[in-house]
């Protein structure tokens, strides 16, 4: 890595453009640049930093954009025309050719105003320009901003100096400064990348892990679940059995109780009929009672009947007789009339005039007489017959009569005992088709079995609610458990992965940091060594914080005692850390013979001659004595540039053959 | 390698000498150590020292995450 050239057009002091050419031979790697104080040496560092990085500054102060700008162009330039600022660097790294141009098109308007704002370009190898958002990766690949006071060192400064060797408060900025020149920032960065993979792996698994440990209490939790559901299903099911056992029971006592209806119909029925028997057999009873009364004690009442026939017969016969009397007395009326009739020309009945004759009269009354003989004997004869009979057999004609009125009742309330009989017959036969039922035992064990029916159905409600409140709470855990959370092994392997990467860097950085180190001080001891006249020294010792001491032949170790020192352990300070970390090195170094004296401004350039760098050294006209120097440098310088001062808006600048 | 610097070789020596002593050891194969090969390793080495002065670092993050990835696949 090597500046090439460096182009400046109308840039601060250096009006028009000039071009300095950086491309030295290894064996002449010195640069010379020489001039006066304020002609325009520190303007060339000014010049590469604003190329590269857009700005520049003096000591900690940014240089405002129209200061860079050569007042002289400015002022010369016609209104409202442009003037156009613009630095080339070219540079080489990795055989390839870098060229960056930062331009600044000042547009001069009539009030003196300038507008506008400086753009880079950068063509890789000639070729066209890459895009603008990619130039500042290209100049950081180049030389880091950070860093790049090391290689535009400017030894006019004593602070620069006394930053890079302090071991106080300073040190902890050329610390900084250092570990990055060394990349060491870059190696902890990553690292802390690292560890934020490794932590955001680290969460995730222990997050999963705590999802493990919650799906397993889920896990779990759904077992005694299943379990609870299954006991609830299992009560269940007794109890639907339950429910309908007594539903069958209840549905075969309803089945009974409709018989029992009729049970009890029939029941009424027959209680009716046998009240009924009883009654007539207790009035038939009563009535036979009475028919014994009426009846005399020496007559057999079963045979009362046969008397009663008897009787009737007599009776008949009586009132046979008492009609054949009556007949007999209308015979003898007749007979009577007749004979009246047969005394008289009238009728006796209706005074009329009857042409009848008393012949047929005669007839007809000797008709009647035979009639009314046989009927009056028949009377007479059969009359008093059968009441001789009666009173022979002991009966009163009114006891005997009302003994029969009484049988007749007997006998009709028989029949209606054999009708009840009948029935109740019929209603025991009709309720022995229907078995033995027990109706109060029947009632009892139907409220028994509704209860039980009851108690059952809210069971089963009460139970069904609950396995759906178990199902529903089963399902949300196996939602809940097929979510995951367990720690994947692709998962765990990249938390492994970014753990050992990080072991790995962090370890490596701390070796990497201290192996470094030792190398710069190595380096820094090399040139110190071929520098430093006093051969006491015999290097330089640098701490963690790149605080540099003096090492002493016996080991011991000194602190820097003068500006010399510092100047010569700060040059070798960068020596060390570009050999380190440049596969290339330059050094832009100004005012480097600064503090120095003879001795150490020889050895100084023996150093920038031998160092391995290309080394471009700012210095005061009057620091360079052709005659002495030469012969310090050798063949060691490969250009000399003069730097002239026009006037107090222009300098020139000239290589010197 | 462009930056063949004494800092990278420093840098890559180191890490490949503490991984080859990792891969000896014990230390990693109670944990499911994920082994990298040593050529792994130095293009991680080599990605990072790409990006040292680059604002970002997705040189080394994109290699590491692409053998990282490789790693759990084979897993």
Known sequence: MKILSLKLT??????????????VPDASPVILFLGENGHGKTTIQHAARWCLYGETNYKERKIPL????????????????????????????????????????????????????????????????????????????????????????NGEIQDEFDKMTSNDDGASFIKSEIEKTLSIPVI????????????????????????NAKIAQYAFDKEQALKEKTVLENELKIQMEKREKARTAIAELNKKIGNIEEVQGLTASLNIETGKIDAITSQRREIFSNIKDHLSTNVWLPNSKYLLKVWKTAQDSKNEYEKAEESARSYLRNIELLSELENSATCPLCNSVHDNTPESVKNRKIDLQKKFDEVSGKYDLGFQGVMELLSLMGFETMKVSKAIDLQKEYDELGARLAKAKNAATEVRNRLSLHGNVDVKESMVNMRAFTQNEEEATRSINSYQEDIKKKASLIESLESAISKGGTVSPEKQA?????????????????????????????????????????????????????????????????PLRSTGQAKISAISLINGLIKTAMPEGFILMDTPFGSLDMGHRREVCKWASNSGLKVSLFMHSGEFDRNIDSEFFGNGIGRIYRIHKVDDNESSISVEV | MSDDTVAYQHLLSTLLEIHAKNRSSNDFEDVDFVDFSETEIQQLAESLWANRFSESRTDFQDLVGKLVAEKTVQK
Do not use: C
């Open chain 1, 66 to 153: 129209f200061d860079l700008l050569n007042r002289k162009s400015y002022e010369a330039a016609p209104a409202a025309s442009e003037v156009d600022m613009e630095v080339v660097l070219e540079w080489e790294d990795s055989k390839k050719n870098y060229e960056l141009t930062r331009t600044w098109s000042v547009k001069k308007d009539s009030s003196g105003w300038v507008t506008g704002s400086a753009t880079p370009s950068l063509r890789i190898d000639h070729k066209n320009p890459v895009p603008t958002t990619a130039i500042p990766e290209y100049v950081q690949r180049f030389l880091a901003k950070e860093i790049s006071h090391f290689f535009f060192f």
């Open chain 1, 494 to 558: 990249a938390y492994n992965a970014f753990r050992y990467l990080r072991f790995l860097f962090t370890s490596g950085k701390e070796s990497y940091a201290n192996l470094v180190r030792q190398q710069v001080e190595t380096f820094a001891s090399e040139s110190f060594n071929s520098i430093i006249s006093d051969k006491k020294f015999v290097g330089l010792k640098i701490n963690d914080s790149y605080g540099v001491d003096l090492l002493m032949k016996d080991g011991k170790i000194e």
């Open chain 1, 10 to 23: 109308n840039f601060m002091s250096y009006k028009g453009t000039h071009e300095i050419n950086f491309d």
């Open chain 1, 188 to 211: 902890t960065e990553a690292i802390n990348w690292l560890h934020g993979k490794e932590s955001s792996e680290s969460t995730a698994i222990e997050k999963a892990n705590r999802d």
